[in-house]
T-cell receptor, first 117, second 114 residues
């Protein structure tokens, strides 16, 4: 069984640029969540995708956007990068639950380290 | 808003000994889930243990067990027979039932000494 994978591992961008991060969910999982983890802090929820639609969003501005594809892989796009966007970006997938909004354990990928200069 | 507090930024324990990591949370909901995740230097967040709030019995996974005190809103993690591979950041996390926003604490850095 393949776990959650993310690409790239590391990325360096300059302020004002745009970035796309990618995530492949674990086999059989149809829900993907994205988190931002600043250095020395716990992860913060950005948003979640379920069946290709956004299914909840944390306190992040609209320049953070995402997509989920029919194979349940996902992208996180960040426009107009700011220095504070420098962080580890984690993707997590979870399996189908008993109901649309049922809660189930999230399994994390290794993350993408984004540095904004 | 739900918050998760881990009051111990750093802890250390001798190999083979037992250590307890503390976590408290704040919520007005009755249906929720609690998790402990481990993040080693490799960065991958690994699930250690999960507890459903409606279950009175404390969850156990091999050397890892929790002390879930619902009335006190406390969810501590006990690691028995600590091993060098347990060295990592440990995050306590809360998720409300039928929700998707997992809230994490600031983490506790655990070092297991030989």
């Amino acid at each position: 069984e393949t776990g959650v994978t993310q690409s790239p591992t590391h990325l360096i961008k300059t302020r004002g640029q745009q970035v796309t991060l990618r995530c492949s969910s674990q086999s059989g999982h149809n829900t993907v969540s994205w988190y931002q983890q600043a250095l020395g802090q716990g992860p913060q929820f950005i948003f979640q995708y379920y069946r290709e639609e956004e299914n909840g969003r944390g306190n992040f501005p609209p320049r953070f956007s995402g997509l989920q594809f029919p194979n349940y892989s996902s992208e996180l796009n960040v426009n107009a990068l700011e220095l504070d966007d420098s962080a580890l970006y984690l993707c997590a997938s979870s399996p189908p639950g008993l109901a649309v909004l049922s809660t189930d354990t999230q399994y994390f990928g290794p993350g993408t380290r984004l540095t904004v200069l | 808003a739900q918050t998760v507090t881990q009051s111990q930024p750093e802890m250390s324990v001798q190999e083979a000994e037992t250590v307890t990591l503390s976590c408290t949370y704040d919520t007005s909901e009755s249906n929720y889930y609690l998790f402990w995740y481990k993040q080693p230097p490799s960065r991958q967040m690994i699930l250690v243990i999960r507890q459903e709030a409606y279950k009175q019995q404390n969850a156990t996974e091999n050397r890892f067990s929790v002390n879930f005190q619902k009335a006190a809103k406390s969810f501590s993690l006990k690691i028995s027979d600590s091993q060098l591979g347990d060295t990592a950041m440990y995050f306590c996390a809360f998720m409300q039932g039928n929700n998707n926003d997992m809230r994490f604490g600031a983490g506790t850095r655990l070092t297991v000494k030989p």
